[in-house]
């Protein structure tokens, strides 16, 4: 058995005291019992380093930027990119685009690494705004005017972030993550699992990214997740936490 968790709102929630080393103790458990633990996030490697420096001692594969990167413990196991000249023209119609608003881009690569100056193909590009609902209009023109460049986007509200307590960008309230279409966690997951061989796939996240990959495989949604993705799983699939989840599992298996 596989479990693929996502980590804001998932494993990690600040505002539980002494949830995420209780989610730990329980992944080092889940995995004594010969399965495998995975993180499935939004984040680049640079992030989860920040925010979970001692990432090896708990967990086997890392799917990145929305699924445009996977690691193994050994390095990169596949990833997806965007072309540079893609990158570069993103860039610049998202500035014209955005006239008498304030945006800000942050770029990633294969080699986990994050910068706010172009060079190279991308996993996934970050362009930071200062508006919520301007996010949204602009997630509408981009996702049309690049669907024939095979870019998706992924939205973070200012209030989905707010309920996962991330912190934007100075400056900025919300943000939109292009990544290559053929990306998405559960395009990952599933190319994962397949090289894995014949694994059971469990998943768990709290956020609109987890959606796919809670309903394309036997997937948990956490309670504190927002009500309208809630509405999208079956109660008997929302999980009070990533330890409980673990529990349920080891006991029902």
């Given at each position: 058995?596989?479990?693929?968790?996502?980590?804001?709102?998932?494993?990690?929630?600040e505002?539980?005291?002494?949830?995420?080393?209780?989610?730990?103790?329980?992944?080092?458990?889940?995995?004594?019992?010969?399965?495998?633990?995975?993180?499935?996030?939004?984040?680049?490697?640079?992030?989860?380093?920040?925010?979970?420096?001692?990432?090896?001692?708990?967990?086997?594969?890392?799917?990145?930027?929305?699924?445009?990167?996977?690691?193994g413990?050994?390095?990169?196991?596949?990833d997806?990119?965007i072309p540079?000249?893609?990158?570069?023209?993103l860039?610049?119609?998202?500035?014209?685009?955005?006239?008498?608003?304030?945006?800000?881009f942050?770029?990633?690569?294969?080699?986990?690494?994050?910068?706010?100056e172009?060079?190279?193909s991308?996993t996934?590009?970050?362009?930071?705004?200062?508006?919520?609902?301007?996010m949204?209009?602009?997630?509408?023109e981009?996702?049309?005017?690049?669907?024939?460049?095979?870019?998706i986007?992924?939205?973070?509200?200012?209030?989905?972030?707010?309920?996962?307590?991330?912190?934007?960008?100075?400056?900025?309230?919300?943000?939109?993550?292009a990544?290559?279409?053929?990306a998405?966690?559960?395009?990952?997951?599933?190319?994962l699992?397949g090289?894995?061989?014949?694994k059971?796939v469990?998943?768990?996240?709290?956020?609109?990214?987890?959606?796919?990959?809670?309903?394309?495989?036997?997937?948990?949604?956490m309670?504190?997740?927002?009500?309208?993705?809630?509405?999208?799983?079956?109660?008997?699939?929302?999980?009070?936490?990533?330890a409980?989840?673990?529990?349920?599992?080891?006991?029902?298996?």
């Amino acid at each position: 058995m596989i479990l693929f968790c996502d980590f804001d709102g998932t494993l990690m929630r600040e505002e539980i005291p002494g949830d995420f080393e209780r989610n730990l103790e329980a992944i080092s458990r889940f995995r004594a019992a010969g399965n495998k633990f995975a993180l499935a996030t939004g984040r680049g490697l640079a992030s989860v380093l920040r925010g979970f420096p001692n990432y090896r001692e708990y967990v086997d594969y890392l799917v990145l930027d929305n699924g445009a990167l996977c690691l193994g413990q050994n390095g990169v196991l596949f990833d997806y990119l965007i072309p540079e000249e893609t990158a570069r023209r993103l860039v610049n119609y998202t500035c014209e685009y955005a006239a008498g608003h304030r945006v800000g881009f942050t770029f990633y690569n294969s080699q986990g690494q994050e910068s706010k100056e172009l060079s190279g193909s991308q996993t996934k590009i970050r362009i930071w705004v200062d508006d919520d609902d301007f996010m949204g209009k602009m997630n509408a023109e981009l996702s049309e005017r690049f669907k024939q460049d095979n870019v998706i986007f992924f939205t973070g509200h200012r209030a989905a972030l707010a309920l996962i307590h991330f912190r934007p960008d100075a400056g900025y309230s919300c943000l939109l993550d292009a990544t290559p279409a053929a990306a998405g966690k559960e395009a990952a997951i599933k190319r994962l699992s397949g090289i894995l061989g014949d694994k059971e796939v469990i998943t768990v996240g709290d956020g609109n990214n987890d959606l796919g990959m809670i309903q394309k495989f036997e997937g948990y949604i956490m309670s504190s997740a927002a009500p309208f993705l809630l509405a999208e799983v079956d109660e008997s699939h929302h999980a009070d936490s990533v330890a409980g989840l673990i529990d349920q599992l080891l006991e029902k298996h």
